[in-house]
């Protein structure tokens, strides 16, 4: 028999992430040993190729969506048009605010207009979606997104949301705070939405000795939730704003977080020090090297994914 009866047709002609095709099989079972042997490698090369189904695929195929109304949908900023502040309301479906159980966490979003659903880190802490049955997100609007079309959407519209995922902030990794009294925060962007979550749920910033947020923006008018600012302080949290394009008269950080925190006075001990990173790729992994190269633990370093 030729080998070319015995190979699926091309991979422009199957179906996304078939199988191999039961009648294939049948064709492997009737060759001679000789011929498997014969025919071996190109078997192998095959395998892994027809038989793997990404993991996206499956998970979006498992998740459970369930429709949800929008209770407020407003800019986040003062002047920028990319930034929302999103709540959705979840009084009539108690388990998903159930399963909001840590700081971190985040859930697929679902709009009619995009039946691909999007990520979303919830900005609001697991114990103020118990009270007011609500989740609350910062969302950040890239043209031709999910999330764009969501910001396109008015109070009271329907959208389709899981139930909370991941793993969050595994803030028991630095904990008790009186052997962890330092914790580096760091967030860009829309990144401050998670952040928020865990300041707001409480990690014992004020039981800790130096406890820093530096957080990155454009400029003022892109850095979302200012009027936090004085609360996060109060419950120990020194906030250090860092803005790469900033109007004159800025005397504040300017750069990058990276470039930032590199300029900042380290007086810490690495063996008692903790951090949390949430934002653009680049910055959490240069600030990584950065704690690294300086001692810090690599199981200290806590992402919420």
Same mark, same amino acid.
């Given at each position: 028999?030729?080998?070319?009866?015995?190979?699926?047709?091309?991979?422009?002609?199957?179906?996304?992430?078939?199988?191999?095709?039961?009648?294939?099989?049948?064709?492997?079972?009737?060759?001679?040993?000789?011929?498997?042997?014969?025919?071996?490698?190109?078997?192998?090369?095959?395998?892994?190729?027809?038989?793997?189904?990404?993991?996206? =695929?499956?998970?979006? &195929? @498992?998740?459970?969506?369930?429709?949800?109304?929008? #209770? +407020? !949908? %407003?800019?986040?900023?003062?002047? *920028?048009?990319?930034?929302?502040?999103?709540?959705?309301?979840?009084?009539?479906?108690?388990?998903?605010?159930?399963?909001?159980?840590?700081?971190?966490?985040?859930?697929?979003?679902?709009?009619?207009?995009?039946?691909?659903?999007?990520?979303?880190?919830?900005?609001?802490?697991?114990?103020?979606?118990?009270?007011?049955?609500?989740?609350?997100?910062?969302?950040?609007?890239?043209?031709?997104?999910?999330?764009?079309?969501?910001?396109?959407?008015?109070?009271?519209?329907?959208?389709?949301?899981?139930?909370?995922?991941?793993?969050?902030?595994?803030?028991?990794?630095?904990?008790?705070?009186?052997?962890?009294?330092? =914790?580096?925060?760091? &967030? @860009?962007?829309?990144?401050?939405?998670?952040?928020? #979550? +865990? !300041? %707001?749920?409480?990690?014992?910033? *004020?039981?800790?000795?130096?406890?820093?947020?530096?957080?990155?923006?454009?400029?003022?008018?892109?850095?979302?939730?200012?009027?936090?600012?004085?609360?996060?302080?109060?419950?120990?949290?020194?906030?250090?704003?860092?803005?790469?394009?900033?109007?004159?008269?800025?005397?504040?950080?300017?750069?990058?977080?990276?470039?930032?925190?590199?300029?900042?006075?380290?007086?810490?001990?690495?063996?008692?020090?903790?951090?949390?990173?949430?934002?653009?790729?680049?910055?959490?992994?240069?600030?990584?090297?950065?704690?690294?190269?300086?001692?810090?633990?690599?199981?200290?370093?806590?992402?919420?994914?």
């Amino acid at each position: 028999m030729p080998l070319s009866l015995l190979l699926p047709p091309p991979p422009s002609l199957l179906p996304h992430a078939n199988p191999l095709p039961p009648s294939h099989m049948s064709v492997l079972r009737g060759l001679t040993p000789a011929a498997v042997g014969s025919n071996r490698l190109h078997i192998r090369r095959l395998r892994p190729r027809s038989l793997t189904v990404s993991a996206a =695929v499956r998970q979006e &195929a @498992t998740t459970l969506f369930t429709p949800t109304p929008i #209770s +407020l !949908i %407003e800019p986040a900023a003062n002047s *920028s048009p990319l930034l929302f502040h999103i709540h959705l309301d979840l009084s009539d479906s108690p388990e998903l605010i159930s399963s909001h159980t840590r700081p971190g966490q985040y859930l697929q979003l679902r709009v009619p207009e995009s039946p691909k659903p999007s990520f979303l880190a919830i900005a609001s802490p697991p114990s103020k979606a118990a009270a007011t049955g609500e989740f609350e997100f910062l969302v950040k609007s890239v043209e031709g997104s999910t999330v764009e079309a969501l910001c396109g959407m008015k109070k009271g519209e329907v959208v389709e949301v899981s139930q909370a995922m991941g793993k969050g902030f595994e803030i028991d990794r630095i904990e008790p705070p009186e052997e962890f009294p330092t =914790v580096f925060v760091f &967030a @860009t962007g829309s990144g401050i939405s998670p952040i928020r #979550s +865990l !300041i %707001e749920s409480g990690f014992g910033a *004020s039981q800790r000795y130096d406890v820093r947020l530096y957080y990155g923006a454009r400029n003022l008018e892109r850095m979302a939730y200012q009027d936090r600012f004085n609360d996060w302080e109060s419950s120990g949290v020194k906030i250090i704003p860092v803005l790469s394009k900033p109007d004159d008269g800025w005397i504040g950080e300017t750069g990058y977080v990276q470039a930032a925190f590199s300029r900042a006075e380290k007086k810490f001990s690495p063996l008692a020090t903790g951090a949390i990173l949430c934002g653009q790729k680049q910055m959490a992994e240069e600030i990584t090297s950065i704690l690294l190269a300086d001692g810090v633990s690599s199981d200290k370093i806590l992402k919420n994914f």
